[in-house]
């Protein structure tokens, strides 16, 4: 296909996978001309990673090279390459100096992930954002009880289980990390979403006034 027919087919602009081209995030096509090439599937579906990585999860260019490179390494098995493209689009958090809320924090986030015996390793960018968070509420005078992290973790698993079923071992590695790089960043705003939208139904029916329970904004 050319490249008009490889934008059509992806919903990429012409002018941006040149710039991938030029970035050296797509692989260049076979010459037929001095100015055309031809582009196959192969392209479409790195086209479609890359914009993923870029557009969706706004990787920057040069955690998306570290990544492709593990997509074209088929030595990598596919936990390894899953946790390459997560670690990719999850930036990591700075541990302050001589903070004892953070302190406090990190070690509470160790001991939860030892208690649920989970399996993750500890360089896992979503460490640091747990102990951050753990950390805030902890400044706040809120801090979170181990009951309420351990329901969220029981929460968040059942939604990893879910996000896993989604995983093809039989589909190409650049569906498969596209596939979860979608569900990670789109299924996450879904799933916040829709949390706050179970607090507004919790609250409407524990403190809303009136027979439908509606509360303060009156909208059922």
């Not at 100015?35 to 392209?43: G, L, S």
């Not at 569906?175 to 916040?192: D, H, I, K």
């Amino acid at each position: 296909m050319r490249i008009s027919e490889l934008s059509r087919r992806s919903g990429v602009p012409v002018a941006t996978i040149k710039y991938y081209l030029r970035e050296n995030l797509l692989p260049k096509g076979e010459a037929v001309s001095a100015t055309q090439a031809e582009y196959t599937e192969e392209h479409l579906k790195r086209l479609r990673l890359v914009r993923a990585l870029a557009e969706v999860a706004e990787v920057p260019l040069s955690r998306i090279r570290a990544v492709l490179e593990a997509v074209d390494k088929p030595d990598i098995d596919l936990h390894t390459l899953l946790g390459v493209a997560q670690y990719a689009f999850t930036p990591p958090t700075e541990a302050p100096a001589d903070d004892p809320d953070w302190e406090r924090a990190q070690r509470r986030t160790a001991e939860l992930l030892a208690e649920l015996e989970w399996r993750v390793g500890p360089g896992s960018p979503a460490r640091g954002q747990l102990t951050r968070a753990v950390a805030a509420m902890e400044r706040l005078g809120r801090p979170p009880s181990a009951q309420m992290l351990r329901g969220y973790a029981a929460a968040a698993h059942q939604a990893a289980e879910w996000d896993m079923d989604c995983i093809d071992p039989g589909a190409s590695r650049e569906e498969n990390v596209q596939q979860a790089v979608t569900m990670s960043a789109l299924m996450e705003q879904a799933l916040s979403a829709l949390r706050r939208l179970a607090q507004e139904d919790e609250s409407a029916r524990r403190f809303g006034c009136g027979a439908d329970g509606a509360g303060a904004h009156g909208e059922g």
